[in-house]
C-alpha cells in the first residue's frame, strides 16, 4: 500500500466526469487499499478516485466506527430522503468548510471489491459522505453547492477557536 498524492482546488481532473470500472483486477484493488490508507493519514471521512488523480468511479468512506469503512466501486445512488444542512470540508480544498444542504438519508448501489452488487443505505453523516464522494465521481464539489456566506478558510489564528465551537455545537 501507499500514500497516493492529493489533487487540491483548481485541479482541472477535480471538474471531470469518471470514467466506470469494467474489471476490477490487481490494480483496482491496490488503488483502493491506497486510497484508504491515503484518507487515513490526512484524516479525512471519504476519498474519490479523481482526488488522487484517477478517473475512475470509485471511492472509499470510513467513519471511524466498526462497521462503517467502505469501498465502493461504481456508485448510483438510487434513492434519497429528506434533508439537512452539514457543515462540511474536503481533503481537495485542506482547511476550508462551509454549510451545505445534503439528503439526510441514502440508498446507494455499487459494487464491492469481489465484484458483487452491494446496497448501502446511510443516514446522517453517512449519508452525507456517500453523497459527497459520489458529486465528486460527477466532477461536482462542494464549493459549488455551500450556502452563501458560509465558507471559511481555517487559519493557524483561528483553528482551534474553530475546533472548540464543533465540539460544543456536536453536544
Do not use: W
Not at 500500500?1 to 471531470?16: P, S, V, W
Not at 470510513?62 to 448510483?76: M, R, S, W
Not at 453523497?131 to 461536482?140: F, V
Request: hydrophobic share 35%; charged share 35%.
Amino acid at each position: 500500500m501507499a500514500i497516493r498524492n492529493l489533487r487540491y482546488d483548481n485541479d482541472e481532473i477535480l471538474r471531470k466526469r469518471s470514467r466506470e470500472i469494467d474489471k476490477i483486477d490487481d490494480k483496482i484493488k491496490e488503488l483502493a487499499f491506497d486510497m484508504m490508507e491515503t484518507m487515513h493519514k490526512y484524516e479525512g471521512v471519504g476519498l474519490a478516485g479523481p482526488q488522487v488523480g484517477i478517473l475512475k468511479r470509485i471511492i472509499v468512506i470510513d467513519l471511524y466506527e466498526e462497521g462503517t469503512q467502505f469501498i465502493l466501486i461504481n456508485p448510483v445512488i438510487v434513492k434519497t430522503k429528506g434533508e439537512q444542512i452539514c457543515e462540511e470540508g474536503c481533503l481537495s480544498f485542506p482547511n476550508q468548510f462551509g454549510k451545505v444542504m445534503r439528503p439526510k438519508e441514502i440508498e446507494v448501489v455499487a459494487l464491492n471489491l469481489n465484484g458483487e452488487k452491494i446496497r448501502v443505505k446511510g443516514k446522517d453523516l453517512l449519508a452525507q459522505a456517500l453523497a459527497h464522494e459520489i458529486d465528486h465521481l460527477d466532477g461536482k464539489l462542494f464549493i459549488d453547492i455551500v450556502e452563501p456566506g458560509t465558507l471559511e478558510t481555517l487559519t493557524p489564528e483561528n483553528r482551534e477557536d474553530k475546533k472548540e465551537e464543533r465540539k460544543k455545537n456536536k453536544n
